[in-house]
């Protein structure tokens, strides 16, 4: 039982996860376009290329790197069986997230987030709740372009966030964040289709070893 | 430097309602139904009814032989059905033994509601993708539009009850205008069948009152009869045709049984109203109230009676004349501290 939580923490890429994406892949679907220079955040010019006919321009490698971690993190926390909750405001993409919260098992929040949910979660559900280990940001705004409060709520119960940051948003409080668009179509398809993937993998994994486990 | 503390000498009062209405373990309820069945036995034995087939109804029979009460409000009075009836459903515990809920939504507080949207709204790009699909294909078939005359939406109260959480008139108006709007598209089969869940049937209103047909007697004579109250007089009249305008209260005749001329005259006045004065013979009966109240009832039983005589047009003339209406007053009932029901009692200054 030890062996089997501790051996993947020995490799740096235990899932694999890089071969899930290509920078090709990241361009094709728009990643690297941020929002207009005016909307540009500070704490955001480190991960930006450029900026040309004032759009400003992510940069890919850097997103390649930022977006391995997340994804090797997310699949740990898959593979020890926590529970991994998608938050995103945009209404968009409300029902995509969901369906893909859904079909890899895990839970998403894509409506309007009452006030204490996290900090005040015994009175909202009950006693024996237990709290999300992973809060994963497909968008990390909500409707009034302001940082979601459900990031400065899982700093507060320690809870790790992984982030999708866009050139106006605030990188701040989240542990992994992931320089990248999240206004187009395309690319939250992408995203969506890489979590599934690493959650779905890393769950396959962990199943794998128990079976290997027990037979021993 | 001394820091003065507060403290109270009683203890922290216990806040009773802040865990909300109690809840019920299954286990709880489980125990209420075994004991309901037990008891359902043990009263048929007192009754000296079968066991086995020992009905609801015959439950309610035996509980108001056996704890006879006087109160007024049937809600108050002893009862003994099955727990489901009683103990409102509550939502059992929602996540499993190692802690991971059940339902995808969970940690949106209102899963069955946003997963009701959900649905919907799956239900609703279902719908545009095949509209799509037919345009890609050139054909647009004018489907049938559903016929929403005799329906109508859930109520929020059902929708709470359907989905056993609390709503808010947002969230209810939000749900709605996203069913108007699957509607009005050209739908399929499918989301007819998921939309007809929503939708109520809404009982017809109009009730136009049936005039009844003129029946014949062993003469060959038509009539018909009419019933009518007042305070608390109750009249039924027979109206005759081919007659001279005899009238006939309690085998009486009206002469000397309304000796006040005022009584005869609201008597004939539905008579002389269709200008059928001496046409019709009336045998009328009538018990309780008094003079007036006996008179207004007669009349009004016979305006009843004449409405199969006479067309439509008449009819609704004389619903406007008012000789079809039932005079709702009645006696007012006399109020403490008051010399009656309005006279108070006089005023003195001093």
């Known amino acids: 039982d030890d062996k089997l939580l501790s051996e993947p923490l020995n490799h740096p890429d235990f899932f694999n996860v890089k071969e899930l994406f290509s920078l090709k892949d990241l361009f094709d679907a728009r990643v690297h376009l941020g929002h207009k220079k005016g909307c540009r955040h500070r704490f955001m010019e480190p991960y930006i290329f450029g900026c040309r006919l004032d759009q400003d321009i992510i940069d890919l490698d850097q997103t390649m790197q930022h977006l391995q971690l997340a994804l090797n993190f997310t699949a740990h926390v898959a593979y020890r069986k926590g529970i991994i909750l998608f938050v995103s405001r945009k209404r968009q993409f409300c029902h995509l997230v969901e369906s893909t919260a859904r079909e890899c098992g895990e839970y998403a929040h894509t409506r309007y987030w009452q006030g204490g949910l996290l900090t005040n979660a015994r009175v909202h559900f009950g006693s024996g709740v237990r709290l999300p280990d992973l809060l994963v940001f497909l968008s990390s705004l909500n409707n009034i372009f302001e940082p979601h409060v459900a990031i400065r709520d899982a700093a507060k119960m320690n809870i790790p966030t992984v982030g999708v940051v866009d050139t106006n948003c605030n990188p701040c409080l989240i542990t992994y964040p992931i320089p990248g668009n999240d206004d187009s179509p395309t690319a939250m398809e992408l995203y969506c289709k890489l979590f599934k993937m690493t959650v779905i993998r890393a769950k396959d994994k962990r199943r794998q070893n128990e079976v290997v486990a027990e037979l021993r | 430097t001394l820091r003065l503390i507060y403290t109270t000498t009683a203890v922290q009062r216990k806040n009773v309602g802040a865990s909300g209405p109690e809840k019920y373990t299954e286990e709880f309820i489980k125990k209420q139904i075994e004991e309901f069945n037990l008891g359902k036995r043990h009263l048929a034995n007192m009754m000296g009814e079968d066991p086995e087939t020992f009905t609801q109804e015959g439950i309610d029979r035996a509980i108001a032989y056996l704890f006879p009460s006087g109160l007024f409000d049937k809600r108050a009075r002893p009862i003994m059905k099955h727990p489901s009836e009683i103990f409102p459903e509550q ?27 959900h649905e919907t709204y799956e239900k609703f790009l279902n719908v545009q993708r095949y509209q799509d699909q ?20 859930l109520t929020k109260i059902e929708l709470e009850e359907m989905l056993l959480e609390k709503l808010s008139d947002d969230d209810y108006s939000r749900f709605i205008q996203l069913l108007q709007k699957l509607m009005t598209l050209p739908c399929g089969d499918t989301e007819e069948k998921y939309i007809e869940k929503f939708l109520r049937e809404v009982p017809a209103q109009l009730k136009k009152v049936a005039i009844e047909p003129l029946k014949y007697d062993e003469r060959g004579v038509a009539f018909s009869t009419g019933e009518g109250a007042r305070k608390t007089a109750r009249a039924t009249a027979v109206v005759y045709d081919n007659g001279s305008g005899k009238m006939t209260v309690n085998g009486i005749d009206i002469l000397h049984y309304f000796p006040v001329l005022q009584d005869r005259e609201q008597l004939l006045f539905p008579f002389q109203f269709l200008g059928r004065v001496g046409k019709h013979d009336t045998v009328c009966t009538v018990s309780g109230g008094g003079r007036s109240s006996q008179a207004g009832a007669i009349r009004l039983a016979s305006a009843k009676a004449l409405r199969s ?8 003339f004389m619903r406007q004349a008012g000789l079809l209406t039932y005079d709702p007053r009645v006696k007012e009932r006399k109020k403490p501290g008051q010399e009656g029901a309005r006279r108070k009692f006089t005023w003195k200054k001093r």
């Open chain 2, 91 to 117: 939502r059992k515990i929602q996540w499993g033994e190692d802690g991971r809920p059940f339902h995808f939504l969970f940690y949106t507080g209102k899963q069955s509601y946003y997963s009701l949207m």
């Open chain 2, 134 to 153: 037919l345009a890609a294909q050139d054909l647009p078939p004018q489907k049938e539009k559903k016929n929403l005359a005799g329906s109508r939406w």
């Open chain 2, 309 to 316: 005589f006479v067309t439509e047009k008449e009819v609704e």
